[in-house]
């Protein structure tokens, strides 16, 4: 299980508010699922991707979708 980075609880609202799926950042992570799309989080193509899911809480289809 990936441990969620720390935010400041007014950003960590505001990540929360604007996530069109209505799941929590910190609560996808913990669970091991994307907090955008819902699917599994459990596979990543490399160390930094992994580190990304730490921050937004984006699986691998959605870090490449949103960032190329």
Request: with cysteine; charged share 30%; aromatic share 8%.
């Given at each position: 299980?990936?441990e969620?980075?720390?935010?400041?609880?007014?950003?960590?609202?505001?990540?929360?508010?604007?996530?069109?799926?209505?799941?929590?950042?910190?609560?996808?992570?913990?669970?091991?699922?994307?907090?955008?799309?819902?699917?599994?989080?459990?596979?990543?193509?490399?160390?930094l991707s992994?580190?990304?899911?730490?921050?937004?809480?984006?699986?691998?289809?959605?870090?490449d979708?949103t960032?190329?």
């Open positions: 299980m990936a969620p980075t720390k935010k400041a609880t007014g950003l960590e609202k505001l990540i929360d508010a604007i996530n069109p799926s209505g799941r929590g950042r910190v609560d996808s992570i913990e669970q091991n699922i994307c907090s955008w799309c819902g699917k599994s989080a459990t596979e990543f193509k490399d160390a992994r580190k990304e899911y730490a921050i937004s809480g984006f699986c691998q289809e959605c870090q979708k960032f190329g």
